[in-house]
């Protein structure tokens, strides 16, 4: 800062200036040293199972605070023998009053001591609760997380409560301006014939009164089994983990009465496309190089001005609002989407110029734009696992599906093994299968589902022509 200012003095009289390059070191001035990354984690996931089958997961990471969470393989594609919604009410449930808690304030207070919050997602597949907290608080966390996923009370006026919860969510969920949530629920029922992961993600309006106490403890009695579940930590000592899961989860009894994985549903999703294990990943970089977005507010390259949703549709069609792809992966499954939009009148064309992207994802990808796709999601990759909650997820999800855990460093090697081949290969086989189409919105001009097919199975991705004699 001193030598800034005297320099500054210096020269500010009108004199010349140094010609000196930038890279040139300053002399006086000691030699930098940079910190070098080998994308090696420090610390490496911990696995063990105990007796009941329940499987316990850390990662250490440097800090004061950890995140500590119970994963379970229950989401609404398990509904198919109960009503839709379970999955939804039982997320909205969460960290409500317990055998031990008499009410979520109570709980909400326990955890402030420790300085911690807590939170209950559910996706399709997985249900997760999840609790941030000082280490120091660790038994008191997982004495919370064993009480409010194994006796929570279910009251009542809980229940009610919930009822009108859901039921704002989907008022909330049909007036928003952006129509992705939507689009999404409608591709997955689409795609897999409103069965397995095509099952309804948000309650339906007509089952919000038929969900009960009842139905409920039927659903956590099949699903909420220890070899369904895994308790997943960061930031804490595999050992102190492992010796809290034994002291509340070992011998826990649910309150609803021994569970048994007998009436489990086993069906496998039949989708427009399997994803096997070997094809995940090239279909995650094949989804980085189509990228897209809005028009509004394009933004700079950082933001995928190089993608080809952008290069090839926003950046020529003007009249298009939003052209972005979407890679949703399951254990048996996956989809690979375009959602676009644009003006009722412009809709068939604007289906053509997707269909396009579509057959030209199976020709051959540039050297340059693979690589760009690659780093770009290299980047997001480790730029994700940052954060300990990201951590945690993903520790959760991957013991929870594979019964181990791919390092960050081990996910990069493979993203940088992927050729043009692979993107060829799995666009092909894609392309092969039947397509699945969702569409909101004025669909007088939407082309039907044999000309979209059609157009999905010729060489340039072009719908068939139709001929009008009035207009």
Not at 33 to 61: C, M
Not at 183 to 200: D, F, K
Request: charged share 25%; hydrophobic share 40%; net charge neutral.
């Amino acid at each position: 800062f001193r030598f800034g200012i005297a320099a500054y003095r210096k020269y500010s009289s009108g004199g010349g200036y140094p010609n000196i390059s930038l890279s040139t070191p300053l002399p006086g001035i000691p030699k930098p040293v940079f910190a070098s990354v080998d994308g090696q984690e420090k610390y490496e996931t911990k696995i063990t199972t105990l007796e009941n089958g329940l499987k316990v997961a850390s990662q250490n990471k440097f800090g004061q605070f950890c995140t500590v969470g119970i994963l379970v393989n229950s989401g609404s594609r398990h509904e198919a023998k109960y009503p839709s919604g379970i999955a939804h009410f039982l997320e909205k449930l969460a960290f409500s009053s317990t055998a031990q808690y008499g009410s979520k304030d109570e709980i909400l207070l326990t955890l402030e001591k420790h300085g911690g919050i807590c939170d209950c997602q559910t996706s399709r597949d997985t249900t997760m609760y999840a609790v941030s907290a000082e280490v120091k608080g660790l038994d008191t966390v997982v004495s919370l997380l064993s009480d409010a996923v194994l006796q929570p009370r279910l009251l009542d006026d809980e229940i009610e409560m919930t009822k009108m919860a859901v039921r704002f969510e989907l008022e909330d969920l049909n007036m928003r301006p952006d129509p992705e949530p939507l689009l999404t629920e409608m591709i997955h029922a689409a795609a897999y014939r409103g069965n397995t992961v095509g099952l309804p993600r948000f309650c339906p309006v007509d089952n919000v009164d038929k969900i009960d106490k009842t139905m409920l403890h039927s659903y956590l009695r099949s699903y909420y089994c220890p070899e369904r579940m895994v308790l997943a930590g960061v930031g804490i000592e595999h050992e102190q983990l492992v010796e809290c899961a034994r002291k509340y989860l070992l011998d826990a009894k649910p309150v609803w009465g021994t569970s048994t994985a007998a009436n489990v549903d086993l069906s496998v999703a039949h989708s427009i496309f399997f994803c096997s294990e070997d094809d995940f990943i090239p279909f995650a970089v094949l989804n980085m190089m189509m990228g897209g977005g809005g028009s509004f507010s394009a933004g700079g390259p950082g933001k995928g001005m190089f993608t080809r949703l952008y290069l090839n549709v926003l950046n020529r069609h003007h009249w298009m609002y939003n052209a972005t792809s979407y890679h949703h992966s399951y254990e048996d499954s996956g989809l690979l989407c375009i959602h676009a939009s644009a003006d009722p009148r412009q809709v068939r064309e604007m289906v053509e110029i997707i269909t396009r992207e579509f057959i030209q994802m199976a020709g051959n990808a540039g050297e340059m734009e693979l690589e760009r796709a690659k780093t770009q999601l290299k980047s997001m990759l480790m730029m994700n696992l940052e954060s300990r909650p990201v951590i945690f997820e993903d520790v959760g999800r991957q013991v929870l599906s594979t019964g181990k855990r791919k390092l960050p460093h081990e996910l990069c090697h493979l993203i940088s093994n992927v050729t043009a081949g692979d993107i060829k290969r799995v666009a092909t086989k894609m392309l092969r299968s039947k397509p699945a189409v969702a569409a909101l919105g004025d669909l007088t001009e939407l082309p039907s589902y044999e000309h979209i097919q059609a157009a999905l199975s010729s060489k340039d991705g072009r719908l068939p022509r139709m001929y009008r004699l009035f207009r």
